[in-house]
């Protein structure tokens, strides 16, 4: 399996503009993840999806953020307009859960945002 | 609100000492307690461990949960320069609404020097 795939790997935009970051989950996976990671806010949960359904989406840190899951294979994180600000390494992340048992969550490589 | 501390924030050794990492949590309705090793990249799943004094181990990485006591500790033993990263403990929760989440540590930063 390729494992998790993100898109692009490297972003560099300026302050205003609209930024979408891409992911598709390990095949069979049905919760997806996404997480920002700062030097001083470390890893933080933004949004996460099971089965294509957004469950909570409260870390999302205001309206410039969204998400979505069109399908099992694809989700997108968008931010409109950019701040510099949202500069941070964004990780996609996906796992298999069967009823009340999860199993572990594989990350992607990251999307490193720079907003100037 | 969950809660997962680890201790110490970092960590500098040489090559060849053991070293030992914590990790306590406060988390309702308690599932798992995962480990994962971040380099320069994204973090990479070690472990997983649901139940209480059965170690978990690979090559010399080992790890043990007390839920009684409520932590974790992760040994790397004969330690490597390549042991050298962010090591992330995570606690899921149990019940149907949780869907696999995971409450992450700020995580541990392990230098080992030559």
């Known amino acids: 399996d390729a494992g998790v795939i993100q898109s692009p790997r490297h972003e560099v935009t300026e302050m205003g503009q609209e930024v979408t970051l891409r992911c598709k989950p390990i095949?069979?996976?049905?919760?997806l993840f996404w997480y920002r990671q700062t030097m001083m806010r470390g890893l933080e949960l933004l949004i996460y999806?099971?089965?294509?359904?957004?469950?909570?989406d409260s870390g999302m840190p205001e309206d410039r953020f969204s998400a979505k899951m069109p399908n099992a294979s694809f989700s997108t994180l968008k931010i409109q307009p950019s701040e510099p600000r949202d500069s941070a390494v964004y990780f996609c992340?996906?796992?298999?859960?069967?009823?009340?048992?999860?199993?572990?969550?594989?990350f992607g490589p990251g999307t490193r945002l720079t907003v100037t | 609100e969950d809660k997962v501390v680890q201790s110490p924030l970092s960590l500098v050794v040489h090559e060849g000492d053991t070293v030992t990492l914590n990790c306590s949590y406060e988390?309702?309705?308690?599932?798992?307690l995962l480990w994962y090793k971040q380099e320069k990249k994204a973090p990479t799943f070690l472990f997983m461990l649901?139940?209480?004094?059965i170690e978990k181990k690979s090559g010399r990485l080992s790890s043990i949960l007390d839920k009684k006591e409520l932590f974790s500790i992760l040994n790397i033993t004969a330690t490597q320069t390549g042991d050298s990263a962010v090591y992330l403990c995570?606690?899921?929760?149990?019940?149907?609404?949780?869907?696999?989440?995971?409450?992450f540590g700020q995580g541990t930063i392990l230098t080992v020097h030559p």
């Open positions: 995570a606690v899921g929760n149990a019940g149907g609404t949780s869907y696999g989440k995971l409450t």
């Open positions: 999806f099971n089965n294509n359904v957004p469950i909570d």
């Open positions: 649901t139940s209480s004094g």
């Open positions: 095949s069979g996976h049905n919760s």
């Open positions: 992340a996906s796992s298999l859960v069967a009823g009340f048992w999860s199993y572990e969550q594989y």
């Open positions: 988390v309702t309705n308690f599932r798992s």
